[in-house]
């Protein structure tokens, strides 16, 4: 559904459950209950609790209506601070187009800075909309990063990387070499990326 975790904040008040006293929360989903995995609340500390559950634990396949706690409690307890957090995938490459102005001709800059060490910025100039493919490459040839696949509108662009690969594994220093293909040609750089 987009999100990563659910997260509460959960005080447990004056409640006197005995210890180990079952406590769950469940989420409902078109009229079917579903007990989260392992709540995460601990009735013996009377202070507030962050509560996180990740969405992939739940197998939600629908929209959540609304969430639900229950638990053998005798008292009062309370929850606040109820939110889906959305996922974010980290080191995604974040590409911002720069300027209204269309550029005279297609054409690749050096990366900034360079050598780096946890994020450098590639910036390129398309003088038309074209369907683009900018990746990074070690030394042998192999693709160690896709930064760009698809379409972009002319003008001029930028590309953040943060010396990952594909798989989020940091890179070895070394030279790389950055390649930038449209149908209106290719252009290659290298830059060094230090640890």
Request: hydrophobic fraction near 40%; glycine fraction near 8%; include cysteine.
């Amino acid at each position: 559904m987009g999100y990563h975790v659910l997260r509460f904040a959960f005080h447990p008040g004056d409640d006197t459950a005995e210890p180990g006293c079952p406590s769950q929360c469940t989420h409902e989903s078109r009229g079917q209950i579903v007990p989260l995995p392992d709540g995460g609340v601990d009735l013996q500390r009377k202070e507030w609790q962050v509560i996180t559950v990740p969405m992939s634990a739940l197998n939600v396949e629908t929209p959540i209506e609304f969430i639900r706690w229950t638990g053998n409690l005798d008292g009062t307890f309370y929850i606040a601070d109820v939110s889906l957090v959305a996922a974010v995938p980290p080191n995604v490459p974040t590409l911002v187009a720069d300027s209204p102005a269309v550029p005279v001709s297609f054409a690749l800059a050096q990366n900034a800075p360079n050598p780096f060490n946890s994020q450098t910025r590639i910036d390129f100039d398309l003088n038309r909309a074209e369907v683009v493919d900018l990746r990074v490459f070690n030394q042998l040839g192999q693709t160690v990063r896709t930064l760009v696949a698809g379409s972009l509108s002319a003008g001029s662009h930028s590309v953040s990387w943060d010396g990952r690969d594909q798989s989020g594994a940091a890179l070895a220093t070394g030279v790389y070499i950055y390649r930038l293909q449209t149908t209106e040609g290719r252009e290659s750089r290298s830059l060094l990326l230090l640890r």
